[in-house]
């Protein structure tokens, strides 16, 4: 097995960033699908709890709403996410959240059995899994119209809203994020997720696969409409079989089969070294409105050197903290002036601080940029029937939400 990475590390959208002793993970900071990883590590070797701590994440999220009204939802579970909803905003919001983040049961189901855990192979999916794929219900007009309090809707579409998506674009379907995340709760790993990134790369290494740093796949090889090698900036690989976790957009043989996507723009980040009196956050705060600012605090303080027995310690740790805060929507100031307007003002407990531009995301010089474009926007590709397929090419990742013509698993 050969993997293929066009940068000078692995991990993709998950890593971290180091700076005057903060270190902030600079994609993901919880799952919300640890069982996922418990088995790719079991499978392959040691188990999870053998390399890396998960522990779940509580409150799962906190949300402010434009009212200034403030909801901590819990993780895990359904009586907890009932009574705080219906605390923060009372008037059976409780029960209208539940009811609808439940409504997702069947769609997480079939969609788990017929897409998630088993290759895509659209002549040989279920008819419901094809039904639910090709629905036109969008979230937005769902959101509207399962609930009048502004809020509600707001929380419905946090996710969408902070992928970078927008909601008329996006199927009711992926409403089960929030079934997802009620059920299974999140999780983290204590000192940040980007050390997942270090472990799997060791795991690689012990079970030896080959992987070629710096080797950018520009194409795939086709012989008889089969795909026999990947063309990259050193030469051609040979494959049997070619697993495409990458945008296919970039490779001329794949970008055919991906219909009318879009890709969703990184946000504007900035990751924050403060120091002084701090209020307690949890692991994550959405501010809602235009634009949304989302806090995460879990970046580490302190040694950073995984062979210091002391250990990096994540929160806020001696008054110190590592923040990290994204923005969707119109920021026309300094972040930390829009995170004041919102209440939360530490601009004079600034030590140290790194913003990341959508542009630098993606401009080749970038020391840390990372990969966003793995979050395609979830549009229905135009005619998804099956029409053509690419024999010998498996797809993988986030990057193609139902992509015609091509075996996937995510
Ligand atoms: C800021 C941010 C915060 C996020 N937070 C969360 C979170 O808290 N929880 C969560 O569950 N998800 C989160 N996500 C989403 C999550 O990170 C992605 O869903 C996930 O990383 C997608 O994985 P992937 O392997 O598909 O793509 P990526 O992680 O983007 O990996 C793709 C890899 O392919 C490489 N590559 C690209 N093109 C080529 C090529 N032509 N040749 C060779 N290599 C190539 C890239 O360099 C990269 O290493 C976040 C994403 C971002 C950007």
Known sequence: MTLLERLDRLGGAVGSLEQDGYRWDTGPTYTALPAVLRDLFRKSGRPLER?????????????????????????????????????????????????????????WDVLRRGYLERPWSPEHADREVRDLLRSRATQQRTVR????DERLRALALTHAVVDGHDPRNVPAWMGLVDYVEQNFGTWTVPGGLGQLAGT?????????????????????????????????????V?????????????LPALAGFVGRTMPALPPTMCHLGLEGDLPDLPHEVVLHGDPTLVV????????????????????????????????????????????????????????????RSPASWRSPGAARRT????????????????????????????????????????
Request: proline share 7%; with cysteine; aromatic share 4%.
């Open 296 to 355: 995460r605090t879990a970046g580490a303080t302190g040694p950073t050197d995984p062979t210091d027995a002391a250990g990096p310690a994540d929160g806020a740790a001696g008054g110190r903290a590592a923040w990290t805060v994204l923005a969707r929507g119109r920021l026309a100031e300094d972040v930390l002036v829009a995170l004041a307007r919102r209440g939360l003002d530490v601009r004079g407990q600034v030590r140290t601080r790194v913003d």
């Open 238 to 250: 040979d494959a049997d079989v070619v697993v495409c976790a990458v945008d296919p957009r970039g």
């Open 200 to 236: 799997l790369t060791r795991r690689l290494a012990e079970r030896r696969v080959e992987v070629l740093l710096g080797t950018a796949a520009r194409d795939l090889v086709l012989r008889d409409g089969r795909v026999v090698a990947v063309d990259t900036v050193s030469g051609p």
């Open 51 to 107: 390399e890396l701590e998960l522990v779940p994440v509580e409150p799962m999220r906190r949300h402010r709403f434009e009212d200034g009204v403030v909801l901590d939802l819990p993780s895990g579970s359904r009586a907890g996410q009932l009574d705080a909803v219906d605390a923060a905003l009372g008037g059976g919001a409780g029960r209208a959240w539940v009811d609808y983040v439940h409504s997702f049961a069947d769609s």
């Open 371 to 410: 990969a966003c474009c793995g979050r395609a926007a979830p549009r229905w590709p135009s005619g998804w029937a099956p029409r053509r397929r690419c024999p010998g090419c498996t797809r993988s990742g986030r990057t193609w939400p139902a992509a015609p013509g091509c075996r996937s698993s995510a």
């Open 145 to 148: 119209k399962t609930f009048r």
